[in-house]
């Protein structure tokens, strides 16, 4: 394990209620903005590719091509295989990696994709000096993250303003930073990057479907996962704190006109032939 390595927690942890909401993200949904980029023939390195769910359509949308996915958690990575055994892929692999000191050669892919990455390593700016490096001239690297004290909700609810506050304090407690997104392309010019396309999308949750899924799996992440456990665990909020933010995360997406955005930053770099 490397120094910088040390110095960030996933502060999420891999429970079900957090699995809940990685296994939803798509290609689709959560690269939109790499996908007009690619082409068949390409190799493509997904950096914690968590289940699987992105890993897998980024293999289909490059059937001449070849995706590795990559994550710090060994026992996710069983059922990222299993997803991709599931939808059949044959152009897929998965293995262990630290994004600080990657284990390939140089100039290895086309494409190195990062989401929900960086808010949660030790040092993002040698993390895409590494995701660089193995990348080949010409080729992109694709980093996106989500902005906490950027993400919006209605109606206004002195709970979930809480949960802001605590989930921000837990995760910079744990060596990362959760207002990630609007930092990348600072990061990627620190880490020498020069053809940077800096863009931003969104998640947005207002059906009834969409609310009840997302303020569930918050409240049952507040309580149950190491998010929580950490939180304790750390000094930053008692259990009865806990309860209450979850509390509050239920009683948000009660509301009929319930409304909630996540922002994400979003950088596609080209590295330089």
């Not at 990559?70 to 998965?94: E, K, M, S, Y």
């Amino acid at each position: 394990m490397s120094a910088a390595q040390e110095t960030a927690v996933y502060t999420h942890g891999h429970h079900e209620s957090v699995l809940r909401s990685h296994t939803w993200r798509t290609a689709a949904n959560s690269a939109a903005y790499l996908l007009g980029s690619l082409e068949p023939h390409m190799k493509i390195l997904d950096i914690g590719c968590g289940p699987g769910t992105i890993t897998a359509d980024l293999a289909e949308l490059v059937p001449d091509g070849h995706v590795t996915g990559a994550d710090h958690a060994p026992g996710i990575l069983d059922t990222a295989r299993a997803t991709a055994a599931g939808r059949g892929l044959a152009n897929v692999d998965f293995t262990v990696a630290d994004v600080h000191a990657l284990d390939f050669p140089d100039a290895t892919f086309c494409v190195v994709h990062a989401h929900q990455v960086l808010q949660h390593v030790g040092d993002p700016v040698q993390a895409l000096r590494e995701m660089k490096r193995v990348t080949r001239p010409g080729g992109l690297i694709a980093v996106r993250d989500s902005d906490y004290e950027a993400m919006t909700w209605y109606p206004a609810s002195r709970g979930m303003d809480d949960w802001l506050d605590l989930y921000r304090r837990v995760a910079r407690a744990n060596g990362g930073e959760p207002d990630a997104g609007r930092r990348l392309k600072a990061w990627a010019l620190r880490a020498g990057l020069t053809d940077i396309t800096a863009t931003s999308g969104t998640w947005t949750f207002a059906t009834a479907e969409e609310r009840a899924w997302w303020s569930g799996l918050w409240a049952d992440r507040t309580l149950a996962s190491a998010y929580a456990e950490r939180a304790t665990g750390g000094g930053h909020a008692t259990e009865e704190h806990l309860r209450a933010v979850s509390d509050a995360w239920r009683a948000w997406g009660t509301h009929e006109d319930g409304w909630f955005c996540v922002l994400h930053g979003e950088i596609l770099c080209r590295k330089e032939a």
